[in-house]
């Protein structure tokens, strides 16, 4: 049986030894410690995650193969590596990612050991790194860097903040993404306008009617 973490790990290593141009390597790379994060990390959960942001908000689509990127200008790729289960391709994954041409990281993790979050930012450094503490008591596990370590976070089960602040960093170099960010949130002011209008005109019965038949 061929080791299917070893197999990860030297592909990483080969992809870094690569120089393929920066147009065909994703900037956000998105870890997770188990899949049973993906939910929480990415989408179909109980609130939209990071896929839902990149994808359906802000135009990037997800890098599956590496000889083959998406046609969208910006990507990002995921991988699941647990800080405990495989600390080596944490590892792997956290000191090839910026040969790998990866700009900014996003690392979630769960229960009250989430410390996937805090050892990629440190063996990424000084490529930045996202902590998504998974759960409400991740977050100390996440949060609780040393000094002279910095890891930037939200608040638990937030990895669609985390992907805007992905794309705020992304976007001091990218001037389309910075457009595509300010597109988002003019139409999530517009939204608000619009809810307020509703909520005031219709009236709380009828509004939440409406609601619910959406
Ligand atoms: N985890 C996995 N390896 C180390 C940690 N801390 C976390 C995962 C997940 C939780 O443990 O991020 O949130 C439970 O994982 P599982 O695979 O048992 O569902």
Known sequence: MTDAVQDLIEDL??????????ADTPEIGIVMGSDSDLETMMTGGRRPGAYDALVDHLAFAEQTDY??????????ETYVTSAHRTPDLMTAYAETA??????VLVAGAGGKSADLPNMTASIAYPLPTIGVPVQEKSVDSVIG?????????????????????????LARQHEELEERLVTYHDDLRQGVGEDSRALHELGTPAYRERADEE
Do not use: Y
């Open 98 to 103: 910026a040969d790998r041409g990866l700009d």
């Open 13 to 22: 290593h080969a992809e870094a030894a690569r120089d393929r141009p920066a």
């Open 145 to 169: 860097m040393p000094q002279g370590a910095p890891l930037t976070a939200v608040d638990a089960g937030k990895s669609f903040n985390a992907a805007l602040s992905a794309v705020q960093i």
């Open 67 to 76: 000889d083959d990127p998406p046609d969208a200008r910006f990507t990002f």
